[in-house]
């Protein structure tokens, strides 16, 4: 670790100074961390029954605390994010653990909704940890392996996202909702610690001042088409996803299934083990380069939400079976191509790499909030069927969007 540091005190951001390999337990380091801060999003969401009734909150105004962790999470991809190029991004992370644990602290003591509704919106906000995480990872690792090691802590974070509403909602039904945020910000206290032993520190690629420093994020939206290209592409990819995710809950409770939230959850496991092979996708860019993985990754996802089709055409047991092949396809296919876009992006230009991210990631959570919107208007007027048209025609309009000549989209 400490031949890391020397590096890294020199030249951050100097691939020739990188070593061959990155240590494993960097590496992991990093997909824990980015893992357990984006869980911080999510946690709160199968507890919403039981929290209400535990505080006397109506559904109304408990609907409200999801709602404002991502929007505290948006507001920091877009307000916070691009700090990691003008410090140093090991202070901001652990600046950012400190505070999301404070504030999981007080959303599980929270008396009323009132405190738990501030607590939220300070979750978001610090969770974004997570996006300073990625961009360390590829400064820290080598050119040769910089897929690789961002699509392993890219699995990390996807893990997060899939895994939280799982242990959430067991953690909450033995031992309360107020555990899981203290097991949450303890778990998050472990990686600021481990993050304060083991992560270098990283020199400023930037002297710009605040109001500068979001200003330049529609200057490079402007100066390369690559990371126009690759924003809106990722962010047709996650307005199906969300689409999928943010009503199968629903779906599965009506007619003909009849199943409660744990099933939703079982598929949410489905879903991780299409994460798991996202590493690959990393490897490949590597070898292959990065346009072909987007490519597959787009070609992936339409081909698993167009197969939900032949739903009416099946049994029920039959449907639930195509339900858990689709969603590892689909989560596979999203993961690898949103890896093979991280490539990209972060070779345009170096020294912006943390504000490069923050547009990316912000293209892609504006695609997921309008999916749940999309979905919720389309599952009561046209059923699933509604809801996988959707999907399918936003794959297809990502993979259009890959498949356009690269000389002239960047």
């Not at 605390?65 to 307000?79: I, K, S």
Request: net charge positive; aromatic share 6%; with cysteine.
């Amino acid at each position: 670790m400490s031949s890391i540091q020397v590096v890294h005190a020199s030249a951050a951001s100097d691939a020739q100074a990188m070593p061959a390999q990155m240590p494993a337990s960097l590496v992991f380091l990093l997909a824990s961390g980015a893992g357990l801060a984006v869980a911080s999003i999510y946690y709160s969401q199968p507890m919403l029954g039981v929290l209400g009734a535990d505080i006397g909150a109506s559904t109304r105004e408990v609907g409200f605390v999801p709602t404002l962790t991502q929007l505290g999470y948006a507001l920091g991809l877009l307000l916070l994010a691009p700090l990691g190029d003008r410090f140093d991004r090991r202070r901001i992370i652990l600046a950012k653990a400190a505070a999301l644990c404070a504030a999981l602290l007080l959303a599980g003591a929270a008396p009323g909704i009132g405190l738990l509704l501030v607590a939220s919106l300070a979750i978001g906000l610090a969770a974004t940890m997570a996006q300073d995480i990625v961009p360390a990872a590829a400064t820290l690792a080598p050119e040769s392996h910089r897929g690789k090691v961002v699509g392993m802590v890219m699995t990390g974070l996807l893990l997060g996202i899939l895994l939280s509403r799982v242990v959430s909602g067991f953690v909450a039904e033995h031992f309360g909702w107020r555990a899981m945020f203290v097991l949450a910000a303890a778990s998050v206290a472990l990686i600021g610690a481990a993050a304060w032993r083991g992560l270098p520190r990283f020199r400023p690629t930037t002297q710009l001042a605040y109001g500068a420093l979001l200003g330049s994020l529609a200057a490079l939206w402007r100066r390369h088409p690559g990371l126009r290209r690759a924003t809106l592409a990722q962010g047709l990819l996650a307005i199906g996803f969300s689409a999928f995710w943010s009503t199968l809950a629903v779906m599965l409770h009506g007619e003909p299934f009849h199943l409660g939230s744990a099933a939703a959850g079982a598929f949410g496991l489905a879903g991780a083990a299409g994460a798991l092979a996202a590493p690959l996708a990393g490897r490949l860019a590597d070898r292959r380069g990065p346009e072909r993985v987007t490519r597959l990754g787009a070609g992936l996802v339409v081909l698993s939400f167009a197969a939900m089709a032949l739903m009416p055409l099946l049994s029920p047991h039959a449907r639930l079976w195509l339900l858990a092949a689709s969603a590892v396809g689909f989560d596979l296919g999203v993961q690898a191509t949103l890896i093979a876009h991280q490539t990209i992006v972060y070779g345009i230009e170096p020294a912006a790499r943390s504000r490069l991210n923050a547009v990316l990631f912000t293209g892609m959570f504006i695609g997921m909030a309008a999916g749940s919107a999309l979905a919720a208007l389309l599952l009561p007027q046209w059923g699933w069927m509604g809801v996988t048209a959707l999907a399918t025609a936003s794959g297809v309009g990502a993979l259009a969007l890959r498949l356009w000549p690269s000389r002239r989209a960047g």
